[in-house]
């Protein structure tokens, strides 16, 4: 079982930037946010293959991100710390929801993110962290 803490969240005026940041207690292939606004279904923003992925068939440090954030929101990651990162710019009110990690280890998750779509199911989730955006 992976555990995944995130941190960062909080309250940021439109056109503001926070970071986001989950550690993860072991590697994964994959790490990726996702959010659920009140109300809302939960929607998969940013996904990442690691550097312990499925090597013959993907590359590390691809990336995929939902057409809602592509161009504000960036993921990386720091492979020898297990962390991921969400760096959220030029926020918008439509942002606020609660985020949240999320990792496997599924190469039928590491082919949809090749293929540039944010898979919305995976394994091991952290509890999530709350992102508001208002003035």
């Known amino acids: 079982q992976v555990q995944l803490v995130e941190s960062g969240g909080g309250s940021v005026q439109p056109g503001g930037s926070l970071r986001l940041s989950c550690v993860a207690s072991a590697p994964t292939n994959i790490m990726a946010w996702s959010r659920q606004a009140p109300g809302k279904e939960r929607e998969g923003i940013a996904a990442?293959?690691?550097?312990?992925?499925?090597?013959?068939?993907?590359?590390?440090?691809?990336?995929a991100y939902a057409d809602s954030v592509k161009g504000r929101f960036t993921i990386s990651l720091n492979n020898a710390e297990n962390t991921v990162y969400l760096e959220m710019k030029d926020m918008k009110p439509e942002d606020t929801a609660m985020y949240y990690c999320?990792?496997?280890?599924?190469?039928?998750?590491?082919?949809?993110?090749?293929?540039?779509?944010?898979?919305?199911?995976?394994?091991?989730w952290g509890r999530g962290t709350q992102v508001s955006v208002s003035s």
């Open positions: 999320a990792a496997d280890n599924s190469l039928a998750n590491s082919l949809s993110i090749t293929g540039g779509r944010v898979p919305v199911n995976f394994d091991y």
């Open positions: 990442i293959l690691t550097s312990r992925g499925h090597i013959q068939l993907t590359r590390s440090d691809t990336t």
